[in-house]
């Protein structure tokens, strides 16, 4: 069982940058693949970023590549999302999930991921 607590959103202008947490607890964080993903009203959950087991492998939206960085720190049992350049249209409440089943943190439907945080909302202002 995990349970993951995201922070770090909040309102900033275009061209700006957040960094997103996601705090787990228990101990076999370092075995789970994890992922951050988003939503809008009326929209699906939308893959954004995805990490490896290790750390060792990242997967990207192609939405988000180039402007956002996913890393982890096992020691920390933390995943983090650094989002740079941010335009309105990243605006969404953003999730991180953990994947126990693939670890690779690469897979794109939410149904490969067991584990779910609350979200954080993200809003850029034009």
């Known amino acids: 069982q995990v349970q993951l607590v995201e922070s770090g959103g909040g309102l900033v202008q275009a061209g700006g940058s957040l960094r997103l947490s996601c705090a787990a607890s228990g101990r076999a964080f370092s075995s789970y693949g994890m992922a951050w993903f988003r939503r809008t009203p009326g929209k699906e959950r939308e893959f954004v970023a995805g990490?490896?087991?290790?750390?060792?492998?990242?997967y990207y939206a192609d939405s988000v590549k180039d402007r956002f960085a996913i890393s982890r720190d096992n020691a920390k049992n933390t995943v983090y999302l650094q989002m740079n350049s941010l335009k309105p249209e990243d605006t969404a409440v953003y999730y991180c999930?953990?994947?126990?089943?693939?670890?690779?943190?690469?897979?794109?439907?939410?149904?490969?991921?067991?584990?779910w945080g609350q979200g954080t909302q993200v809003t850029v202002s034009s």
């Open positions: 999930a953990a994947d126990s089943t693939t670890v690779t943190g690469g897979m794109r439907a939410p149904t490969w991921y067991a584990y």
């Open positions: 990490i490896d087991w290790s750390g060792g492998r990242e």
